[in-house]
């Protein structure tokens, strides 16, 4: 299995992005929240900095919709160049069409569940889905205490994909650090989205620091 790392840019300096995305040139992704103020509150960004941040990353964009009405919008950060668009599961009429949508546009298709939303809700469809974020701590705000109490969901996940032969990532999101990665990996994650873990520090170093914990884990 192998493991990806995804730094948030939420815990990074807004006013040099494109500095901030060449020091994680070594992660394997770049997760960028995208906030609205009304599915969560806190505001962050939106369309025509992700379509910028696309053009300048030096690593694929791994777009996270925290925003209402996400069957209209999430296909439009599809169609920026982005690798992976992920929509909330509860912020969604039709999820099943709206993976299509961002599919047909381009971009891996993912969706993603709070704490408190049983997975077994996206389990049903694993086919529609490229990735499943499993949120690791309320959304809305980083910084946040890792939730183990979501990790039984997790590893649920994991068994279902393991049985249907899909190749259906699983990703993690909140509280994300050397400490908690074995724990999120053990449990089933292939993907891990850090944020203050890698900002706070050297990201190229803490970056290093992650997948070793993470090699650790699977060992």
């Known amino acids: 299995m192998t493991i990806r790392i995804s730094p948030s840019i939420l815990s990074a300096d807004f006013a040099n992005l494109e500095r901030e995305l060449h020091r994680i040139e070594s992660a394997d992704m770049v997760h960028v929240d995208v906030m609205d103020n009304h599915f969560v509150p806190n505001l962050t960004l939106g369309l025509p900095i992700v379509q910028r941040l696309q053009e300048v990353s030096p690593v694929p964009l791994d777009v996270h919709l925290m925003i209402t009405d996400a069957d209209t919008q999430a296909p439009k950060y599809a169609e920026t160049g982005a690798s992976s668009v992920t929509f909330h599961f ?130």
């Open 90 to 219: 509860e912020a969604a009429d039709d999820p099943v069409a709206t993976a299509a949508a961002i599919r047909s546009n381009g971009a891996r298709a993912a969706v993603a569940v709070k704490p408190g939303t049983p997975v077994t809700q996206v389990l049903h469809h694993l086919d529609a889905y490229d990735m499943i974020l499993l949120m690791t701590v309320e959304p809305g705000f980083g910084g946040q205490s890792f939730m183990p109490s979501v990790m039984p969901k997790l590893a649920d996940a994991r068994a279902a994909v393991d049985a249907s032969g899909l190749d259906v990532w699983l990703e993690v999101d909140g509280g994300i650090a050397v400490d908690t990665v074995p724990e999120a990996v053990r449990s089933g994650a292939d993907t891990l989205v850090a944020g203050s873990a890698v900002y706070s520090g050297d990201p190229a170093e803490r970056i290093a620091d992650l997948r070793e914990a993470a090699a650790a884990a699977r060992a």
